[in-house]
Structure formats: C-alpha cells, structure tokens
C-alpha cells in the first residue's frame, strides 16, 4: 500500500506547558492541545462539543489535532465521551458546537467528501450478515466508486494481509470475534482512507486475537497510516499509542505521549534501595536531605516515592554516598498511566 | 506475516459520480443478498396469496359458504385477483424493506457499512426505496398467475396496458417508501407485533376482498379506509386488470398512490437520517 511516509511517527512531542499546570492545579484543569507545531495534522478539533436531548454534554469544547502518520489513543472510562468523538469525526453524529477537519475537509459541512478520507471499525460487529467475508470488502469497494477488478484485487490483498484468505467465501456470521474485527479493519482499508478510526478494538478478544490485532495495525503505522483508536485499557494505549489524549466527562484532561504524561502527571517512581548499615538511620538522613516522599526502612530495605523530576535520583544516591552509607542495589518500579489516571479524576478508572 | 504488493494501480480518486456509483453498488448488494435467500422470498410472497385463494375462491365454493355476494364467485375472483396482488406488493414493502431496515438498524447494525459510504446519506435511503419497489414489482408478478389461474371459477381478467404500467410502478414505491417509513420508525423490540397491528388491519380495510364502491351500506368505513394506502393500491390493480367491476377513480388512485410515495418518501428518509445521525 502507497501510504503517506510518517513524517512525525513515534515522535517525542514537545509537551505543552499547560500539562505541567494541569498537574499544579489539579484534575479539573483540561490540558490545551497544540495547535501549531509544524507537523502535518490530518485531524483538527476545536471547540467540538455534543449535548444529548437529556442535556448530558457527552463531549466537552474539545481541542484536539492528530498528526498524519501517528497512532493517537482516547483513553478514558466507558462514558468519557470517546465513541461521541468518533462518531462526531466519522460523521455520524451531529455535533451541537465545534468544528472537525478531517484531511482538510469540514466533517459537518461536507460530510460525503469527508467519508472518503475515514475508515472506521465500530466496536459492535457491522459486517453486512448478508455477505461473505470476501464480499463485504468488494462491496465496500463498490460503495467508493472503485472499478468491479480494482476492488477484486483490493479484497484479496487486504484478506490475505489480514491472513483471512481461506475464510474469503464463509460467511460472516462464522466468523469468530478476533477474525471479524480483522475483517473490518481490512474493510476500512479498502478505499485507502487518510485515517482509520478503531473504537475499542480489542473488547471482547481473547489474548491471542488482541495480539494479531495489534500487530496489524502496528504494521500499518510502520507504513504511514495514520490510526486513532479508543480504549479504556491504560496498558494498550501505553504500549501502542505515540500520543494520548485522557478523557473524562466529554474533556480532555491531559494530552502527550505516555512517557511524558507518566513523567508529567504521574506521582513518580517508587524506589526500593538496599544499603549496608543502619537503615534507620538512612530514612532519616534521605527525609532530611532529599525530596524524597514516604521514606520507611522496612523487611530490610528502604523504600520512598521520588518525584518525576529529571535528576532525583542522582540525588539520593549522592545523598546517600555524602551520609557514608553504601547502597548495594536500587530498583525503581516506574508510574503507569493508571497513576496519572488517578491523579487527573481523583478516581479508579472504571471499567 | 505475507508482505503485500503496494495497491498502486487503485486509484484514489473519486469517480466522476459517486452517488451513482454508490447506488449502483448497493442496489446490486441487495439483489445478491435477494438471489442467497431467493427460496425464503419466494416462500414469503408466495404462501399467504396461495391460502387466501385457494380457500376463499376454492373451498370456500364447494362447501358452500356464501362468499362473493352477488354476482357468484367467478365476480369475487376477480375482484380478489386485484386485492391479492395488491396486498403481495404492500407486504413486501413492509417485510422485505421495513422488517429489513429494522434489523439492519437496529440488531445489527450493519446498515453502517454503506451510511460511510462517500454520498449523502439520503442516497441510501433512496437506494432502500427502489430496490423495495424493485422486489415488490418481482412480487407482484410472482403472485399474479397464483391469483389469475388458482381460483376454480374463471377470473375475468381484462388488462389495460397503460394503467397496469403506471399503476404497478406507483403501487411499489408506495410500498417500499411506506416500508422505509415503518423500518427506520420501529424499534425492534417492537418488530414483532408489525404483522399483527399493522400488516392485518392495513390488509383487511384494504379493499381485498371488496371493492371500495361497493362499502355503499357502511359510508363511515367507506371514507376512513381512504387513509389507507392500500386500498388505491388494490383499487389500481381492478382498474388496471379486471372487466366489469367498479372502483375508484383513476382521478383518485394518482394523486394519491403520488402523494403517498412522496408522503412516506419524505418521511421515511428523513427518518433514515435521523436514525443514522443517533
């Protein structure tokens, strides 16, 4: 496939300032996502925001721009207002106020023209029941306009990407949950879209199927495609996603990769050292030297939580040598994005 | 895993009329999927004509249960050819595109496929209607030669062309538009009870089994079964097919097979829109 060259894939982006501040002032504080940054962006949101007749704002003036080429995560709890995004970007939801530009085109304003540049992966089966797997491809294809061979070829190719080529003439209803998801990543694929959108795509697979998924989809990301995917599992968005978005109550509460957003929003790392001598004694002199928070000498070590602040860590350590006490091991369990999670809301994610 | 050829010869343009090409690709989905379930469709359409003749118009004569009023039974025949076809066309409109749409809506969602299409979603609702018109004209001429040839006394069958050719068209928007109206209105828990509060009164006040002039005695039935689109539809069928009964205006059954396709058009894909914009 002739994809566009990831021009700013798994990139290190410079964190607004802004994420620090919403650290400062707590979870209500929405980050504000840049705008300007030289890359090219083929997702632009700003203000987007989605009010249900019952008066619940699913999403919440939302800003927010994904950069062509990278896999974007909207991480947050069932509820948070995720698939209400999706839906707005894929024009099947009426947003109440905002604008979304998907590959340049004005998603409510020229909704037909948009569609070319979308693929999308529902999180319930959509595959027409009425169709074998080969067909749903094919008629996909038909739908975009592409010639009767154009679309043959297409089908196969993405059938046997997807390693579904000899369930090609079964229909889909035999399909098994891990194949079906596959089938319609393949299917959104077919007209070549700009981006592709996968909501929650990996609910309800077993272990195996998640992996295959991923492993695809990580392929297509090496190729340039650019892919937004929803989830509220913290792990999948921290292994797989170049940048995130942390959703809750229709805002976006923090934005940038994980790394930075554990190092940002995160509480720090938690830190167990092991030193000869009294270890007592160590505790007080780190409580009395360092920044280190929550230091206890206990089953024979010492633990303390560090801030994630660059250079810390040197610190104790140096402290520790100043106080001639001799660590002998030092091992320090990093944050996850469940820490920065809590820290933003104030709560568990929800499942 | 296979590495693939890049796909360099698709192109990624749009084709010069993707409404078209879209239609065009869904209209032919839906006659693949017609053509894999052609036996239960024929089964469908077939079965209630074929007992309603059958018993009305044969066993009903030769136990002598008085049915056909005056005239005796070879005028009721006749008069039951029209209803019949009639009544094949509305119920393919309300079961093949209403209970379909309700389904594709609603359980399964896979109606999605084509709402991301690249063409405005009224082209699909259109794309509904037409293919449903388009099975109910199949329809209708499945069940013709079961209401013509299946009754033991003669029908009176006298054919006038130019009706027959506008009435049918008509009659099968009216329903596949009525059907698109039903498909995109009901839940589908809901779905189930289509048959009996709507398929049996639209069918029995539908001027199956009498013509619409002849409700003379009953004036307040005659009038209220004017909101019924089947009954145009029936009384079309007499005008276009059968000698010597009379029926309603064709000044009437026009207007108003029109004005009920635009009617339900209206609503129907308005409703379609509503349905795929949540």
Same mark, same amino acid.
Not at chain 1, 185 to 205: C, K, N, Q, S, W
Not at chain 2, 13 to 18: G, I, S
Not at chain 2, 149 to 176: E, K, N, W, Y
């Given at each position: 496939?002739?994809?566009?060259?990831?021009?700013?894939?798994?990139?290190?982006?410079?964190?607004?300032?802004?994420?620090?501040?919403?650290?400062?002032?707590?979870?209500?504080?929405?980050?504000?996502?840049?705008?300007?940054?030289?890359?090219?962006?083929?997702?632009?949101?700003?203000?987007?925001?989605?009010?249900?007749?019952?008066?619940?704002?699913?999403?919440?003036?939302?800003?927010?721009?994904?950069?062509?080429?990278?896999?974007?995560?909207?991480?947050?709890?069932?509820?948070?207002?995720?698939?209400?995004?999706?839906?707005?970007?894929?024009?099947?939801?009426?947003?109440?106020?905002?604008?979304?530009?998907?590959?340049?085109?004005?998603?409510?304003?020229?909704?037909?023209?948009?569609?070319?540049?979308?693929?999308?992966?529902?999180?319930?089966?959509?595959?027409?029941?009425?169709?074998?797997?080969?067909?749903?491809?094919?008629?996909?294809?038909?739908?975009?306009?592409?010639?009767?061979?154009?679309?043959?070829?297409?089908?196969? #190719?993405? *059938?046997? $990407?997807?390693?579904?080529?000899?369930?090609?003439?079964? +229909? &889909?209803? !035999?399909?098994? %949950?891990?194949?079906?998801?596959?089938?319609?990543?393949?299917?959104?694929?077919?007209?070549?879209?700009?981006?592709?959108?996968?909501?929650?795509?990996?609910?309800?697979?077993?272990?195996?199927?998640?992996?295959?998924?991923?492993?695809?989809?990580?392929?297509?990301?090496?190729?340039?495609?650019?892919?937004?995917?929803?989830?509220?599992?913290?792990?999948?968005?921290?292994?797989?996603?170049?940048?995130?978005?942390?959703?809750?109550?229709?805002?976006?509460?923090?934005?940038?990769?994980?790394?930075?957003?554990?190092?940002?929003?995160?509480?720090?790392?938690?830190?167990?050292?092991?030193?000869?001598?009294?270890? #007592?004694? *160590?505790? $007080?002199?780190?409580?009395?030297?360092?920044?280190?928070? +929550? &230091?206890? !000498?206990?089953? %024979?070590?010492?633990?303390?939580?560090?801030?994630?602040?660059?250079?810390?860590?040197?610190?104790?350590?140096?402290?520790?040598?100043?106080?001639?006490?001799?660590?002998?091991?030092?091992?320090?369990?990093?944050?996850?994005?469940?820490?920065?999670?809590?820290?933003?809301?104030?709560?568990?994610?929800?499942? | 895993?296979?590495?693939?050829?890049?796909?360099?010869?698709?192109?990624?343009?749009?084709?010069?009329?993707?409404?078209?090409?879209?239609?065009?690709?869904?209209?032919?989905?839906?006659?693949?999927?017609?053509?894999?379930?052609?036996?239960?469709?024929?089964?469908?359409?077939?079965?209630?004509?074929?007992?309603?003749?059958?018993?009305?118009?044969?066993?009903?004569?030769?136990?002598?249960?008085?049915?056909?009023?005056?005239?005796?039974?070879?005028?009721?025949?006749?008069?039951?050819?029209?209803?019949?076809?009639?009544?094949?066309?509305?119920?393919?409109?309300?079961?093949?595109?209403?209970?379909?749409?309700?389904?594709?809506?609603?359980?399964?969602?896979?109606?999605?496929?084509?709402?991301?299409?690249?063409?405005?979603?009224?082209?699909?609702?259109?794309?509904?209607?037409?293919?449903?018109?388009?099975?109910?004209?199949?329809?209708?001429?499945?069940?013709?030669?079961?209401?013509?040839?299946?009754?033991?006394?003669?029908?009176?069958?006298?054919?006038?062309?130019?009706?027959?050719?506008?009435?049918?068209?008509?009659?099968?928007?009216?329903?596949?538009?009525?059907?698109?109206?039903?498909?995109?209105?009901?839940?589908?828990?809901?779905?189930?009870?289509?048959?009996?509060?709507?398929?049996?009164?639209?069918?029995?006040?539908?001027?199956?089994?009498?013509?619409?002039?002849?409700?003379?005695?009953?004036?307040?039935?005659?009038?209220?079964?004017?909101?019924?689109?089947?009954?145009?539809?029936?009384?079309?069928?007499?005008?276009?097919?059968?000698?010597?009964?009379?029926?309603?205006?064709?000044?009437?059954?026009?207007?108003?097979?029109?004005?009920?396709?635009?009617?339900?058009?209206?609503?129907?894909?308005?409703?379609?829109?509503?349905?795929?914009?949540?």
């Amino acid at each position: 496939m002739s994809f566009v060259p990831a021009s700013s894939g798994t990139t290190e982006a410079s964190e607004p300032a802004t994420l620090a501040e919403a650290r400062a002032a707590g979870p209500e504080v929405a980050a504000t996502p840049e705008h300007i940054d030289g890359a090219d962006h083929v997702i632009t949101v700003t203000g987007l925001t989605k009010t249900f007749g019952s008066g619940l704002v699913a999403v919440d003036r939302m800003d927010l721009s994904v950069r062509r080429g990278e896999i974007f995560g909207l991480l947050g709890p069932n509820g948070a207002g995720k698939s209400t995004t999706v839906g707005m970007l894929t024009t099947r939801v009426l947003p109440t106020a905002g604008r979304a530009v998907v590959n340049g085109i004005d998603v409510v304003g020229d909704p037909a023209r948009a569609k070319r540049a979308i693929g999308v992966v529902s999180q319930a089966n959509t595959l027409d029941q009425g169709l074998t797997a080969w067909e749903n491809l094919w008629f996909h294809g038909r739908y975009f306009g592409m010639s009767a061979s154009a679309a043959r070829t297409a089908a196969d #190719e993405l *059938l046997e $990407r997807f390693r579904l080529t000899e369930k090609a003439s079964v +229909d &889909v209803e !035999a399909l098994s %949950g891990g194949m079906a998801r596959r089938l319609m990543a393949a299917r959104a694929l077919m007209h070549r879209p700009a981006v592709i959108f996968l909501d929650e795509p990996t609910a309800g697979l077993d272990p195996q199927s998640r992996i295959a998924l991923w492993e695809i989809l990580r392929e297509l990301h090496d190729e340039g495609q650019t892919i937004l995917v929803t989830t509220h599992l913290m792990r999948e968005a921290d292994d797989h996603c170049d940048r995130l978005a942390i959703m809750d109550h229709g805002r976006i509460l923090a934005l940038g990769t994980p790394s930075r957003l554990k190092a940002t929003l995160g509480s720090g790392a938690a830190v167990t050292m092991q030193a000869e001598g009294d270890l #007592e004694a *160590l505790a $007080r002199h780190l409580r009395a030297t360092t920044t280190a928070a +929550d &230091v206890r !000498a206990v089953d %024979g070590v010492v633990r303390f939580q560090l801030p994630a602040t660059e250079g810390v860590l040197a610190q104790v350590v140096s402290a520790a040598d100043s106080g001639h006490f001799r660590v002998t091991d030092l091992s320090i369990s990093e944050d996850t994005l469940e820490t920065v999670f809590i820290n933003l809301t104030g709560k568990d994610l929800r499942e | 895993m296979t590495s693939v050829e890049p796909r360099a010869t698709v192109s990624r343009r749009a084709p010069r009329n993707p409404s078209w090409a879209a239609f065009r690709g869904m209209l032919l989905r839906d006659f693949t999927v017609l053509d894999k379930h052609l036996p239960q469709f024929m089964a469908g359409t077939i079965m209630q004509p074929l007992m309603l003749v059958f018993v009305l118009t044969n066993v009903f004569p030769e136990i002598g249960q008085g049915i056909g009023g005056v005239g005796g039974s070879s005028r009721f025949s006749s008069l039951l050819m029209a209803g019949i076809v009639a009544q094949a066309i509305i119920f393919i409109g309300i079961f093949s595109v209403g209970s379909e749409l309700v389904r594709e809506f609603g359980v399964t969602g896979e109606i999605e496929d084509r709402v991301l299409a690249p063409v405005p979603v009224s082209v699909v609702a259109l794309e509904k209607i037409v293919a449903g018109g388009l099975q109910a004209l199949f329809g209708a001429m499945v069940v013709f030669p079961i209401a013509a040839f299946v009754p033991a006394t003669p029908v009176f069958l006298d054919v006038r062309f130019s009706v027959l050719a506008t009435v049918a068209p008509l009659a099968c928007l009216t329903a596949a538009s009525l059907g698109l109206t039903m498909g995109t209105r009901i839940k589908p828990r809901t779905a189930s009870y289509l048959f009996g509060v709507v398929a049996l009164p639209l069918s029995f006040l539908g001027a199956i089994f009498y013509t619409w002039p002849s409700l003379d005695p009953i004036p307040w039935l005659k009038y209220v079964l004017l909101v019924n689109p089947l009954v145009y539809v029936s009384e079309g069928f007499r005008a276009a097919l059968v000698a010597g009964e009379p029926h309603l205006s064709l000044a009437v059954i026009y207007p108003a097979l029109i004005g009920f396709s635009v009617l339900f058009g209206v609503i129907g894909t308005r409703g379609f829109r509503q349905r795929v914009l949540g």
